[in-house]
């Protein structure tokens, strides 16, 4: 039962530990949601916003992580 409650501790502290990116990535997920359902968006340009959109977000994160170091 250890392991199990280890796991998840763990699991929860990945999306925890950088709120901002949690975050980010989730605006860009309802945004691409949002253009594919209320716009006249294609999915695959929806598609492409939400592969750009997390690409950049994750950039961004890098680049503020190696400043912080």
Avoid: K, N, W
Avoid at 18 to 47: K, Q
């Amino acid at each position: 039962m250890t392991i199990l409650r280890d796991v998840l501790a763990e699991l929860i502290s990945m999306f925890v530990g950088d709120a901002l990116l949690t975050a980010t990535v989730l605006v860009v997920v309802g945004f691409a949601a949002a253009l594919i359902d209320l716009g006249s968006v294609t999915p695959l340009v929806g598609g492409g916003v939400l592969l750009v959109g997390c690409l950049v977000v994750l950039a961004s994160a890098v680049a503020r992580a190696a400043r912080r170091q």
